[in-house]
């Protein structure tokens, strides 16, 4: 393995980040997290004293080198802690997602072998207790909300504060062995692992090393010229690896502080009292956003309306180009302090981000009236491009060059070259170890000289050298006639449209290219609401005439847009159905991250799929679906098949490669 | 096995106490029409004690009488080794006994929070003047009363609605609303009016895990009307059924399921 | 600048003034209709009363004297003391409460959930009951009052004004202490309702009784305190109005002048009396002195109520009422 680079100033590993921190920015805080109502506060001095106490509580538990130590629970400062304090006595911390069901985290646990697990509440308890027989080497279980536990058998179960304590009243004869089991970690000691979620397959176990956390924590810092001013809030799962850099690679590097929030629901108001310098969000989060402040508006006055339609008009025109300093004319620079004064500045506010300096979305594409809806705004909103086995950052947008449908450069210190497949590789000091106990897999995604496949077909773009991509390598695939099928390119330009939640098309080898559409409830339903359309169901909204008609113009629209590109023409949608049900992690038919999985979706659905290119004008249905609580049930519908407007083409002209 | 009179300890290992309610021999009468006829019954500290009986039966009756809603002809009203004379509702509020209402009573127009907040009425003991003044143990006493209605609002997990005007709220999380002002009282004994009365089966679920764990966390004693007969069953460790203002069982959950005139009560003629 | 123009101020100013004292009565209506969804007559009258008792309670007055002079053929009119101001307000208050608690004890306890119309009605009989009752205890004379409260030309605003515009403002200082006393009692007043024990409760009590009772409230108590704060308020609307222009029956006229104030703020919102009690005070003045010399004068009698009518045809729910809206 290549050493890119040494550790600087002996900062090894995340638990000697912490204690550089402790010493040189004691009073500064760490962690604030809303509890009872009020921000509770941490200094760098305080949590380096609650992650020692932890670290000898789970020395006198009996944590050994090289353990593995499972986190399920939201972002809370405690379980920030547990997975440091898991790396100060030499085991590696696995985040595992809080919602995913009991099998899955059997999965995880028993792949790698956790003999601990540290977790939030009675919920988790249960679902470990549920799968524990199974697990062989699955110890005990620390948990941290005791409500509802008092009556658990307590001799594998341990409060939080408790082994706190224990540890604390265990310094004198632990303190030793802590001490020198972290001075033994290195920058190629584990880090961490984390499990991606795979779109196909069960999940793969990625091993980070303290190398990859700090390298990719410290030029992307750089990048964005970071400080220990900045101010984040922790909301995004922390079995996922971006949470992972910028909570604790990042947080720890420049020293800055992270805020959790009280609870998932909470999360706006939170982010408004927190007001974050540096925030990520997936692209679904800054669309939800907009549809909210679109729907308060039609509900505004006429003089709100107005001045709401004419300033946003100014911004769409001027604001991109303020923001990236770009020159503006003075009398425009002049009504853009005003809309400032009147709607942006208040808008940023209730959204939460007016303190924004650095703000980022990736995972999939934005829509671009999404993106430049922000950036108009004066929010400095960019795209990143990245994976777990990355320690995230493949490619970053610099200021000043950001656009909606490139990814940006590669991210400082990454090398990208482009397969002759189209297939994107890259090589990093972040780039992952190996997948644990899966040579197989290691092998396959990354070769000896460091290169790892990334699996997304892309190309960069000759005059900015930036990269775009198209779609996952696999998922490009050819048509009857040979012609381009790039089902995601598609997807995601009928996802742009608010009423459209999730779209998947069909078409690899067949003649023409068909979709299956989820309609979004919150935007479909108020419009239904406005027009007094009367609906008892998700069900009965997705199959309403208008509906269908409206979500076929959408579809006519992109048929239009497609057909401008003489590549990706013959990808236009021939016929649709909207699916009388949503598409839902718990039933199989998308990732835990919400990306659909096409393959699945075809096996079930094969009877719509079918009619869809039979020429059938409806089709009954019946789908077994899985409730919250993990009951089954099903329902059935009739749905009717809606062929769209196609614009014609050139006669079949094979993709190039 | 209930005659202990010094309690108990159940199956799942919670302390039972002695008797800290009982009903003698009430009696209450509307005009010409019997509501209730001669019911006696009691509650023990710490219990889960369910009241349960067709639509008409007179629970919700029975419930305003311990509440002091109504008031009985005859009978006697026990209530921590004292009877208890005739009494306005809110000062059997003030002696500790919560409620909540079938139809719901929340003040619409104030928060969640503020309504929670007259929860701790009772709690707030400074005087007139010193409130209107608002002098150092009077705001003393508004933090620590806050600091109590925090921990109810994060243990029934509203913490999201905190300031949302009760009147924009669902029915679910109005039903929630109501039990956090109730528990907000500390009461000695939290009365429970159809609480999952109009919920779908999760909220059901929800509200049933609630009143476990409010029971469970604070020891509070519990006392709630239900004519869903499965869910009370699961949760209560006592009782009582009523048919036509009349008592026609008394117990465990398994003895009164196999009381025959429960079982005929239920299973005969509907009388709605 | 144009003389017009600094009248106009001047006027402007005034009217403010005026405004204040307006908002200050339009306060006890929200304070009793907000707690209690009675809309008090009496409002105005409780004022007059207030002065009334306040005035007999300084000068010594025995209470009654005509009627007891007439059963028993007596001439007693005075005790031969007085009473200083400061301790004559308090004495008055402590009537004010006494009639708070005789109100809800004799009449509107056993009103509980009648119709408003009922309620209104019992109030306009209070009205007139309480009349009659200042008459017969106080007598009917106009009476002097004078608490100390400072009055007459404010000299540092004549003197700064002259300095400006070479024309010195009349304001009387009486305004300026009404505006005052005004302003710290609203700010009293909504610090209460949101933060207090009591205030809460008296919120909780206008929302949902069966609720209020369930929390361990007193219905009775809470409606006491209400009336007892209202008779506070008209006390001191009382002692304005009564130090500025006698205490006289034309007092209770005020009340009227309040309707249309409730009307432009809204009838719960206790910032809607004070912003409806200004626009209505600036609003008549300005009227009066523009327009008043061009019909003949008089305008004060009906303008404010022409205000409040195109109000009630354009936004019924006033400034600051809660916006009426009727879910299908």
Redesign the interface.
Known sequence: MAQSSEAAGGLASIPALLARNAREHAQRPAYREKEFGIWQSWSWAEAAQEIEALALGFLELGVAEGDFIAIAGRNRPYFYWAMVAAQCVGAVPVPVYQDSAAEEMAYVMDHCGARFAVVEDQEQVDKLIEVQDRLSEFEQIIYVDPRGLRKYDHSVLHQFSEVQEKGRAAYDRLGVELAARRSKLSYDSVCVMLYTSGTTGKPKGVVLSNRNIIEASKSSSEFDHLTKGEEVLAYLPMAWVGDFIFSIGQAYWNAFCVNCPESADTMQTDLREIGPTYYFAPPRVFETQLTNVMIRMEDAGRFKQKMFHHFMDLARRVGPDILDGKPVGMIDRLRYGLGNLCVYGPLKDTLGLSRVRVGYTAGEAIGPEIFEFYRSLGINLKQLYGQTEASVFITLQPDGEVRNDTVGVAAPGVEIKIAESGEVFYRSPGTFEYYYKNPESTASTKDPEGWVATGDAGFFEPDTGHLKIIDRAKDVGKMADGALFAPKYVENKLKFFPNILEAVVFGNGREMCTAFINIDLTAVGNWAERNNIGYASYQELAGHPQVLDTIRGHVEEVNRSLAEDPMLAHCQVHRFLVLHKELDADDGEMTRTRKVRRNIIAEKFADLLGALYDGSDEIFTTTEVTYEDGRKGSISATLKLVDAEIVPVEPARVAAE | MLDQTEGFVTE??RKIGPVVMEMKNITLRFGGVVAIKDISFDIREGEIRAIIGPNGAGKSSMLNVI?G?YHPQEGEVWYKGAKRPAM????V??QGI????QNI??????SVL?NV???R??Q?T?G?WA??L?KGP?ERE?IAN??AV??I???L?I??I?KTPVGRLPYGLKKRVELA??LA?EPSILLLDEPMAGMNV?EK?DMSRFIL?VN??FGTTIALIEHDMGVVMDLSDRVVVMDYGKKIGDGTPDEVRNNQDVIDAYLGVAHD | MPEQLIWGMEVFFNGLMAGVLYALVALGFVLIFKASGIFNYAQGVMALFAALTLVGIMEGQVPFAHLINAIFGTEIHHFGWHVPGLLAILLTMVVMIALAWAVNQFIFRHLVNQEPIILFMATIGLAYFLEGVGDIMWGSDIKKLDVGLPQGINGPIDELTYNIFNYGFFIDNLDLVATLVAALLVIALVIFAQYSKQGRAMRAVADDHQAALSVGISLNFIWVMVWSLAGFVALVAGIMWGTKSGVQFSLSLIALKALPVLMLGGFTSIPGAIVGGLIIGVGEKLFEFAVGPMVGGATENWFAYVLALLFLVFRPQGLFGEKIIERV
């Open positions: 799942d290992g509440s809603f306005k509702p809110y000062q509020a003030r919560a409620r909540t209402f009573a929340l003040f619409e127009g104030m503020d907040m007259t929860g009425f009772r707030m400074s007139f409130q209107a608002w009077a508004e806050r600091e925090e921990r609002i994060d243990f997990e913490q999201h905190r002002r109730a009282a999760e679920e764990d469970d966390e």
